[in-house]
């Protein structure tokens, strides 16, 4: 029996190789999920809010609104923006009003927000190395192409 048929206690095969590919990226995914929310716990942050912290910096001073911060995220989130409001207690964003459009909020990430993400960087190096560095150059970058390409064949 295949280990991913053992973890989940299965108690008939698989229906195909497709089935067992399927749950085997899932089950990855939550694996990786359940550590990285633990460590980001450390920072009093959740998944969704590390990753907007990620893209705003990334965006400059150009700043994002809404929906394009939306678009960016790795996982969906309906409430982008009580997502922002509680990064804006904290101090990590900004938020104002374009000038051009004054119902358009442009988002930006703080001093503190750089900050945090600075503190950050390393320990969360660390833990994508963790999970990856056993593979090799080669091998990482043929998964990386692997999943982009499931990616594809989803969304085509």
Do not use: W
Request: hydrophobic share 40%; aromatic share 4%.
């Amino acid at each position: 029996m295949a280990k991913l048929a053992e973890e989940l206690r299965m108690t008939r095969a698989f229906a195909c190789a497709e089935e067992e590919a399927m749950l085997s990226v899932l089950r990855t995914a939550e694996v990786i999920s359940q550590h990285g929310d633990s460590l980001l716990k450390s920072f009093d942050l959740s998944a969704n809010q590390y990753n907007v912290l990620r893209i705003l910096r990334g965006s400059r001073e150009t700043g994002l609104t809404c929906g394009q911060i939306g678009e960016r995220m790795i996982s969906r989130d309906p409430d982008i923006t009580r997502l922002l409001d509680r990064l804006e207690s904290r101090g990590l964003i900004m938020r104002e009003r374009s000038e051009e459009d004054r119902r358009v909020v442009v988002a930006r990430i703080s001093a503190a927000g750089l900050s945090l993400l600075r503190e950050m960087d390393p320990e969360i190096l660390r833990y994508n190395k963790r999970f990856f560095e056993s593979f090799g150059a080669k091998k990482l970058r043929q998964l990386i192409e692997l999943l982009e390409e499931a990616r594809a064949a989803i969304t085509s």
